[in-house]
């Protein structure tokens, strides 16, 4: 009999646990380069994406993103589209704005790639730009998002978009008209992504939203164990 109580409530713990998942997540900062101006002196910046995605060898173009956090600071020389001395530009925003703006994420894992420690940049596939991130905007009236491109030889540059500032009247940013930064890093020793495993407590709550049927069979059928489990014992106790 208390056996068969102790599977009843184990089974109910079982149903409630949270639900936990792995997700990427991708950071890179000024720090991890050696920085050199081209146009204007823009070499302060950090990027914090999560994916939505475990850790795992395959392409990557446009994955599922929780959240994106990036910031671009520096002075600009004169003469630039924005006319503007200087800028901090620190954007917060969830992965389905992101895309909404016109943004961008590419990149491939290797399937050779030792993911224990993370994946380093050299362990991305490719022949020459292995990882693109393109902050592009359209109608924002922002000139400053960041276009990030890592290659396979330990280069790379930090540059603005192909921004579309505005609209009405229309206003298009080239490519580096704002500020351009080249990069050098050792790909082996340049942690890009590693991975991290995070709960959802809210996981009843979500499938009672999403499956209303099935989330009602499995309160039912809860609250039929409890109803056997009780009956059981009083049967029990009258032996």
Same mark, same amino acid.
Do not use: K, M
């Given at each position: 009999m208390r056996g068969i109580t102790g599977i009843c409530l184990m089974g109910l713990t079982f149903l409630w646990q949270p639900v936990s998942a792995q997700t990427m997540q991708l950071t890179l900062s000024d720090a991890d380069f050696e920085i050199t101006n081209? @146009?204007?002196? @823009?070499? *302060?910046?950090?990027? !914090?994406? =999560? %994916? +939505? $995605?475990?850790?795992?060898?395959? @392409?990557?173009? +446009?994955?599922? *993103?929780?959240?994106?956090?990036?910031?671009v600071f520096g002075s600009l020389i004169d003469g630039t589209p924005s006319g503007f001395e200087a800028f901090d530009l620190m954007r917060e925003?969830? #992965? =389905?704005?992101?895309? $909404? !703006?016109?943004s961008s994420l590419q990149f491939e894992i290797?399937?050779? $790639?030792v993911l224990e420690d993370g994946v380093q940049i050299d362990e991305l596939s490719g022949t020459d730009v292995?990882?693109?991130f393109d902050g592009r905007e359209v109608g924002n009236e922002r000139f400053h998002p960041a276009l990030l491109e890592l290659r396979t030889d330990g280069? /790379?540059? %930090? !540059?603005?978009?192909?921004?579309?500032?505005?609209?009405?009247?229309? *206003? =298009?940013?080239?490519? #580096?008209?704002?500020?351009?930064?080249?990069?050098?890093f050792d790909p082996g020793?340049?942690?890009?992504?590693?991975g991290q495993v995070v709960t959802d407590t809210s996981a009843t709550v979500e499938a009672e939203?999403?499956? #209303? /049927?099935?989330?009602?069979i499995v309160v039912w059928l809860m609250l039929m164990c409890? @109803?056997?489990?009780? +009956?059981?014992t009083r049967a029990a106790v009258k032996e």
């Open positions: 081209v @146009v204007s002196d @823009v070499d *302060l910046f950090d990027f !914090q994406i =999560e %994916i +939505n $995605a475990p850790l795992a060898a395959g @392409v990557y173009s +446009n994955p599922p *993103l929780t959240s994106v956090s990036y910031r925003i969830t #992965g =389905e704005e992101f895309y $909404a !703006q016109g290797d399937e050779n $790639a292995v990882f693109r280069t /790379g540059r %930090i !540059q603005n978009s192909n921004n579309t500032p505005t609209l009405d009247p229309l *206003l =298009e940013i080239d490519f #580096g008209s704002e500020y351009v930064n080249d990069l050098l020793n340049t942690t890009l992504l590693t939203s999403s499956g #209303g /049927g099935a989330f009602s409890s @109803v056997f489990c009780f +009956n059981f």
